[in-house]
């Protein structure tokens, strides 16, 4: 059964490497971080930005959750889903992002700006883990738009891995801007 141990557990583990990615990051002007390879690829700054994206859409469905209702156990059915999830991300294939995370077409936001937001989304996210008790953490709050609904902490390790990946696209990106 998942608890809000596990989960605050996941989200340390997930919050250290994003810090550890912001202190290797610091290393480069922001010019570099805010350079796109070439015009069909994201530069660093819109990598951290579909990031945010994603991470504040999944704090907005969990906030939403909270307050109406409407939520079962998660299934276990729900905990393969998070799995092939973390599998299929884990492979050397480029997906397209869903619509619901994708930048939009006018996207303008500058290194420092993403960093802020991230800050600011990681605070909230931690606040509500911390708001939330063992009766909550095993249920439907976490809704990936493809695999569908799980429980949080499911949600949390996919949201991992899905950073993970996006750290070896920064990385990839820094060895084509620098």
């Known amino acids: 059964m998942a608890t809000q141990k596990e989960l ?6 997930m919050e250290n490497e994003r810090q550890q990615l912001l202190q290797e990051l610091s290393k480069y002007p922001a010019e570099t971080l805010e350079k796109k390879p070439d015009a069909n690829s994201w530069s660093v700054t819109e990598v951290i930005y579909h990031l945010i994206i994603a991470e504040r859409g999944a704090l907005s469905y969990l906030n939403k959750k909270l ?9 276990f059915q729900a ?7 973390n599998f299929a991300i884990s492979l050397p294939v480029k997906y397209k992002a869903p619509k619901v995370v994708q930048l939009p077409k006018d996207a303008s936001v500058t290194y420092e700006e993403a960093v802020s ?6 605070a909230n996210m931690k606040k509500a883990y911390e708001g939330l008790d063992d009766d909550f953490t ?3 709050l976490f809704k990936h738009p ?15 891995q899905h950073m993970n990946r ?10 084509q801007v620098a």
């Open 79 to 85: 905990g393969l889903k998070q799995k092939l999830l």
């Open 138 to 140: 095993g249920r439907e």
């Open 67 to 75: 307050e109406v209702g409407g939520f079962g156990k998660a299934t």
């Open 166 to 175: 996006h750290i070896g696209q920064i990385e990839r990106t820094l060895k």
């Open 8 to 13: 605050l557990s996941v989200y340390n583990q």
């Open 146 to 160: 493809f695999a569908g609904k799980m429980n949080i902490v499911q949600g949390l390790k996919f949201m991992r």
């Open 117 to 122: 937001q991230w800050d600011e989304i990681r």
